[in-house]
């Protein structure tokens, strides 16, 4: 069965004070492992792909990085705007299956 | 604008009334599917279509039926709604299984009393 851990669950930060949030994995015949970010009463927003293990990608501050069992979303002197929950999902056919999230607060 | 749309945005219902959700897409996506959000429990698949009248369940198909009649719509029917069924419900259409991700709606907030 495949299952998808996110961890912390809850992350506060300070404005410019870098971190990384962890995606573990397991699932049989990866297609792709996605990230979204999710803002209150919203639908879950696309911010990458990542389809085999070394793969990196970026988008503004944010940096997305996958191995064989988990990946790392990096974000880079956050800012408040950042603050959102961030969905991490893994696909093995037709649909996506998704971690719980992490809930990040950026604070000035 | 691509996107998929879902109708109602909010709807309180009561127990038992039978109900629609529709889900529209504009992006010739071949698979769609149905989500429902909870605390605690996050996003859950309830169907998905594979493409036109190929449905399959997810992990929470009871008290759900779909229908894919045509490509860009994907109904959610509640039959009997009860009140567990209270949830955040989004509806999201991907073009293909080479691990595109998928595109959401706005989502569905639905109250049962």
């Known amino acids: 069965e495949d299952q998808v851990t996110q961890s912390p669950e809850a992350l506060r930060l300070q404005e410019g004070e870098s971190s990384s949030l962890n995606c573990s994995y397991t699932v049989s015949g990866l297609r792709g492992l996605f990230w979204y970010r999710q803002d209150p009463g919203k639908g879950p927003e696309f911010l990458f792909t990542?389809?085999?293990a070394g793969e990196e990608k970026e988008k503004e501050r944010l940096k997305a990085t996958l191995t064989k069992k988990e990946s790392f979303l990096h974000i880079t002197a956050p800012k408040p705007e950042d603050s959102a929950t961030y969905l991490c999902?893994?696909?093995?056919?037709?649909?996506?299956?998704f971690g719980k999230g992490t809930s990040l607060l950026v604070t000035p | 604008e691509a996107q998929v749309t879902q109708n109602p945005r909010y709807l309180i219902t009561v127990t038992g009334k039978k109900l629609t959700v529709t889900c529209s897409q504009n992006m010739n996506h071949e698979y769609m599917s149905w989500y429902r959000q909870d605390p605690g429990l996050g996003l859950r698949q309830i169907y998905y279509s594979m493409n036109v009248e190929v449905t399959d369940k997810g992990d929470v198909p009871e008290g759900y039926k779909v229908s894919r009649k045509e490509k860009r719509n994907f109904p959610l029917i509640l039959e009997s709604p009860s009140p567990n069924q209270t949830s955040l419900y989004f509806c999201?259409?991907?073009?293909?299984?080479?691990?595109?991700?998928?595109?959401f709606g706005s989502g569905t907030r639905l109250t049962v009393v």
């Open positions: 999201a259409s991907s073009p293909g299984d080479r691990g595109y991700g998928y595109t």
């Open positions: 990542l389809y085999s």
């Open positions: 999902a893994v696909q093995a056919r037709y649909a996506l299956n």
